[in-house]
């Protein structure tokens, strides 16, 4: 049956069906894309990448912070690897001129030199701002100034806006949030400079339902992430369910940034954190000193296949088809047929755990290519089998 207007797109995606033994089947199907969402998806068509300045140097980012860490996103590998964005969050900003322009404050003497220097590196530059009077940190928001803040940031030759909802629940009814952000996507579009739009209010009015509809490229779907197993596992595995639909090429649900490297996990869990993100088709946004990083981290944020299921053009976001107890399988549709299977062990010993194709619409025999061993373990039929450590992840492409 075929299905038209007022768009037609060659893609797929995947929905499940539920199976009597709570477990899931994936068939694919055809989709449409609208216009308003082909533009977006030119502007993002795989989920971002790149760094951001908070989880690791919150209110200490500066100047010459930023330039090092464009250096060492080259020197490291990680530009290479795909990741381009290096994004200044909050406090940044200083005093309004005479005219009502924004200033960046004496941590930032030069913000269009700042730019130039990352674009002569070959990476794109983002900034943070809030639709409120204030910014989450206490320094000048873009209330009353979007149009005006859009402009300067375009000049200043910004790729990538942060926009954080902070204090405007102080001028703001919650019912109002979806045209405050359209109000700044406007502002952006009418630069005429191509700047992705993160719309940052934690998952506040669903906001996956509509985030798409007012030039969101991504939005936050949780609270803010912290490095440690409870904090990333919850929102990774349980905040993200049924949020799928609305996920796909210039639209993305956001779980927050990446804590890998940061300390608070050992490296089984940020194996795990990455994958699960990458299962997500989630934006990858290091967190951590680059500058710093050792071969453990880079290794990780660099894993060339985990980053091909991410950046998987047909852009379907994974999602989990059957539980045992702490166990959990998650599948993912890619663009060439193949499936990406996560097997997550969320317990505190290690697991045995399958993977069985019925459940994934297979049957016969199928190659397994194990993504952090980087290894193909060769064809099975009707199931996989294999141990997987405490908080730890056994991440496989499956050839149809």
């Known amino acids: ?56 140097f919150a209110e200490k980012v500066d100047d010459k912070t930023v330039r090092e860490i464009a250096d060492a996103m080259v020197s490291s590998g990680m530009k290479d690897a795909g990741y381009v964005y290096v994004n200044i969050d909050d406090t940044w900003e200083g005093e309004r001129d005479a005219q009502g322009n924004i200033q960046a404050n004496s941590k930032f003497p030069d913000m269009k030199a700042l730019a130039d220097y990352v674009h ?18 206490g320094f000048e928001g873009s209330y009353q100034h979007e149009a005006q803040d859009a ?57 996956w339902k509509w985030g798409a509809s007012v030039g969101g490229n991504l939005w936050r779907t949780t609270g803010d992430i912290e490095d440690n197993w409870k904090s990333m ?16 090429p210039g639209h993305w649900n956001d779980p927050d940034m990446l804590e890998i490297g940061n300390g608070g996990m050992n490296r089984i869990e940020y194996e795990t954190h990455m994958s699960l993100w990458a299962m997500l088709a989630a934006p990858l946004l290091a967190g951590n000193d ?35 107890g702490v166990a959990q399988v998650w599948a993912r549709q890619l663009d060439n047929g193949d499936l990406a299977v996560a097997l997550f062990n969320r317990g ?20 397994i290519r ?16 294999t141990e997987v450590a405490a908080h730890g992840v056994v991440m496989l492409r499956i050839a149809r």
Not at 187 to 207: E, H, M, N, W
Not at 290 to 301: C, E
Not at 370 to 382: E, K, P, Q, V, Y
Request: aromatic residues 8%; positive net charge.
């Open 290 to 324: 680059l500058r710093s990083m050792d071969d453990t981290t880079r290794d990780i944020l660099t894993n060339k296949e985990v980053i091909a299921v991410d950046q998987d053009s047909l852009g379907q976001q994974g999602r989990m088809i059957s539980r045992t």
């Open 348 to 367: 505190d010993v290690m697991a045995e755990m399958s993977v069985e194709w019925p459940v994934l619409g297979l049957t016969g025999k199928h190659k």
């Open 233 to 248: 596992s919850t929102i990774g595995f349980d905040k993200q369910i049924g949020h799928e639909q609305y996920s796909g």
């Open 120 to 137: 002569g590196k070959g990476l794109k530059i983002g900034i943070y701002s809030s639709p409120g009077p204030k910014t989450c940190a």
């Open 1 to 56: 049956m075929a299905l038209r207007s007022p768009v037609e797109c060659s893609k797929r995606t995947a929905i499940s069906h539920t199976l009597g033994n709570g477990m899931h089947r994936l068939y694919l199907l055809p989709i449409l894309l609208l216009p308003s969402l082909l533009a977006a998806a030119d502007l993002a068509p795989t989920p971002p990448m790149g760094w951001n300045s908070w989880n690791k």
């Open 151 to 207: 402009k300067t940031w375009a000049a200043w030759g910004i790729d990538y806006l942060k926009y954080d909802w902070c204090s405007a629940d102080k001028v703001y009814k919650p019912e109002e949030m979806p045209a405050v952000y359209k109000k700044m996507n406007d502002a952006l579009k009418a630069t005429g400079r191509p700047i992705v739009f993160s719309l940052c209010q934690y998952g506040l009015q669903d906001v």
């Open 370 to 385: 194990d993504l952090w061993h980087h290894a193909n373990m060769g064809a099975f039929r009707d199931q996989y089998t």
